[in-house]
């Protein structure tokens, strides 16, 4: 086990390499929002069936609108659904409404803006169009047969709307990781237990769910082990069944720090237990192969550190991540834009800092200021937060009005890239 510090983009990558992305399995298409294609998808029909209408007016000739206003017979009344029975002749047309295909014999649509209705089954044209004016020919949306979603696709709204058009009731998705959240500390007080005030309230267990959350996966909350290695390893073989177990708390040098060598003697295998960060440090992984049903399979075990705003940094930049990349997604980290900074900020060199600002719009971007105190305590600061800003570990210090690269909190877009240099 590697006992340096490692460089953040070095543990990002060390966890990265560790995980791949799920098995696949088949859910109906009204639960698959959010989830990741792990097939490719085909149209099993031209969109539009046939050349339909853009535009409730009339199937004309286009050769007969040489010279406009031109008047014009109308043969027939074709709406959404109907099928034409009549061909457009010269001096002809067709009243059509959109959606409606275009019948034989007519070559464009004119809008019913462009015209006035005469008497007796008379329409004048007012203006004269070139041939496939305002029709959707055959196929122009998805031809018959062709890939329209690869796998690896995330389902969005507008994947919904493709996969219903080729009528996938059911698809094939990548598992969700089986994601366990364990606290551990003496001092913790559980939601259900009487206010104490020499207790500090389990806020890590609720915290690290939303984030699951908003994942789009359901985590198990397994509750809080006390600081007693009996008690803890008890917890942990509950937590170890799972494919991501997160536990906060104890994996620090203090002398109850019971997580890592409980999870180590559990065969857990160690990848790194520090990382060159703030807030954030000590933040251990470790895999163990467990066997499962004759097939032998991971769970990733995530130390993260008890301090409120550690842990939640430390999901957003490990452990997010990695949920993504076994969910089947490419793009791994949260979106990021650029912003101004509003004041200096102060940098001791060694470790990647993480700052929570909030943004604000203005001329032609956005300005970053911080939340104030950036303890790792202070749970506030990540509630106000719109974002968080990386200052390179490299760094000595940034001025007021350079441009910074902020991680948006609230987005659920996400890109390949980290949001910052090391
Ligand atoms: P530890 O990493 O166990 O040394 O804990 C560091 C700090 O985080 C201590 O002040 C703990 O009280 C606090 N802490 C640990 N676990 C939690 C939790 N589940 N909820 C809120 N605070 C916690
Ligand atoms: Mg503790």
Not at 241 to 255: A, E, I, N, Q
Not at 385 to 392: E, I, N, Q, Y
Request: aromatic share 4%; glycine share 10%; charged share 20%.
């Amino acid at each position: 086990m590697a006992m340096e510090y490692l460089s953040v983009t070095n543990a990002q990558q060390c966890i990265l390499e560790s995980v791949t992305a799920l098995g696949a399995e088949p859910v109906k298409l009204e639960q698959s929002l959010g989830r990741v294609l792990a097939e490719e998808v085909r149209a099993n029909r031209d969109i539009p069936p046939y050349d339909v209408s853009a535009m409730d007016g009339y199937a004309v000739r286009s050769a007969d609108l040489a010279k406009v206003p031109a008047t014009l017979e109308i043969i027939e009344d074709i709406k959404a659904g109907d099928m034409p029975t009549k061909t457009v002749q010269a001096g002809q047309c067709a009243r059509i409404m959109t959606g409606a295909p275009v019948p034989q014999g007519a070559d464009a649509v004119i809008r019913v803006e462009d015209t006035q209705f005469l008497a007796e089954g008379k329409v004048q044209i007012n203006v004269a169009v070139k041939r496939g004016n305002d029709i959707r020919v055959q196929g122009e949306s998805m031809r018959n047969g062709e890939v329209v979603l690869t796998a690896g696709t995330e389902i969005t709204p507008g994947v919904i709307g493709v996969l219903a058009t080729v009528k996938c009731a059911q698809v094939q998705v990548h598992h969700s990781p089986r994601v366990a959240i364990l606290s551990t500390g003496d001092e913790l007080e559980g939601m259900d237990d009487p206010v104490d005030p020499n207790k500090i309230p389990n806020s890590n267990s609720y915290a690290l769910m939303a984030q699951v959350q908003a994942l789009g996966i359901a985590p198990a909350l397994l509750g809080i082990a006390r600081d007693d290695p009996d008690e803890l390893a008890e917890y942990l073989q509950r937590g170890l069944h799972f494919d991501v177990l997160l536990v906060s708390g104890g994996t620090s040098v203090g002398v109850h720090d019971y997580v890592r060598p409980t999870i180590e003697a559990l065969g857990v295998q160690m990848k790194f237990w520090r990382v060159a960060m703030k807030p954030g440090h000590p933040l251990a992984f470790g895999i163990l192969q467990r066997n499962s049903g004759g097939t032998t399979k991971d769970t990733f075990v995530f130390g993260l550190p008890g301090n409120p705003v550690s842990s939640m940094v430390c999901f957003e930049e490990f452990v997010a991540p990695a949920l993504r990349r076994m969910t089947g997604h490419a793009r791994l980290y949260r979106r990021t834009i650029a912003a101004r900074l509003t004041h200096n900020i102060k940098h001791q060199a060694g470790r990647t800092e993480f700052i929570r600002v909030t943004l604000a719009k203005e001329e032609g971007g956005y300005t970053a200021t911080s939340t104030g105190a950036q303890g790792s305590g202070m749970l506030l600061s990540m509630a106000r937060a719109d974002g968080l800003m990386a200052v390179p570990a490299d760094s000595t210090g940034l001025a007021a009005g350079s441009m910074v690269t902020v991680q948006l909190l609230d987005g659920t877009v996400f890109q390949d890239d980290v949001g910052f240099k090391e």
